[in-house]
């Protein structure tokens, strides 16, 4: 027998995405039956057919209901500009992430950048020009981060 909170959860999941058992039930070529017993708790998809569930009706393995994984234009935009950049800039994309949510983690509004170190991210220049190029990316972090 399956958990009861599972199989009301699994129902919702479906009923949010907009569609019916038939729909679904149909579309993974399965009996009625079965799909049915996993909404009433008799039984329990596999781990498997449970992700393609999630992925049918557009939610993430962690249960968040399908309007919550939906992205806004401008986050659509950020994801397409993040995709067009170099290692070197998604690097530096992803310290500026990393650090605000530091700081809004600590809710910490002086938050600084300070002990931030060079990465190897111009790795097409020597040494030098490499630290001096990354600590000049540094302090445009740190001048945006005090805006």
């Known amino acids: 027998m399956a958990d009861k909170n599972f199989s009301q959860k699994l129902k919702e999941l479906r009923l ?32 498997l057919m449970l992700i393609k569930l999630f992925e049918f009706y557009k939610c993430d393995i962690i249960n968040k209901p399908p309007e919550q994984n939906k992205l806004n234009s401008n986050e659509l935009k950020l994801i397409q500009s993040y995709r067009q950049l170099d290692s070197h800039g998604k690097r530096m994309v992803d310290i500026v992430i990393n650090e605000e949510i530091k700081r809004i983690s600590n809710n910490n509004t002086n938050y600084k950048l300070d002990y931030l170190t060079p990465v190897a991210a111009h790795n097409d220049l020597n040494t030098d020009d490499e630290i001096i190029y990354m600590n000049k990316d540094i302090q445009k972090i740190k001048k945006l981060s005090n805006k």
């Open 16 to 47: 949010k995405a907009g569609y019916s058992q038939k729909d679904v039930y149909e579309h993974f070529k399965i009996p009625q039956s079965t799909f049915s017993s996993w909404e009433v708790g008799k039984s329990e998809p596999s781990g």
